[in-house]
């Protein structure tokens, strides 16, 4: 990774990422805001389900869009955060999210999507 990729990492907040359908096998690409916590790459998305995460979940593989400070295209892998105590402690330690999460944790611990973002070589 470059150095203009991995300052991007370091501050930047909203991405795109390319998954593939898990029924269709197409390319889906939608922006979606990343969270640093304890040196982990982390998406997650309010309570609810979500097209993109059960695309990670049928397909792991997929494509991070650095777009704001830098631009790049970064092959990673998406692995699944399902564990209620790392939810929470996760969740609870994004700076990021505390605004939107507030005091309904336990509805995001249940509800929300969430996978570490695991930057690949493209294999």
Known sequence: MDKAAATALSQDKVIDITTTGRRSGEAHRI???????????????RPG?????????ANPTFTFHLKESAEADLPARAIPITKPQEKARL??????LQ???GDDL????????LVEVVFTDGD
Do not use: F
């Not at 922006?31 to 998305?45: A, D, K, P, Q, S």
């Not at 389900?49 to 979940?57: C, E, F, G, K, Q």
């Not at 969740?91 to 990021?96: G, I, R």
């Open 106 to 113: 336990d509805s995001w611990v249940q509800g929300s999507p």
């Open 31 to 45: 922006e979606i805001w990343y969270h640093r916590v304890e040196g982990r790459y982390l998406i997650t998305g």
């Open 49 to 57: 389900p979500r097209s993109w995460y059960a695309d990670l979940v």
């Open 91 to 96: 969740l609870s330690a994004a700076p990021s």
């Open 99 to 101: 605004q939107y999460i």
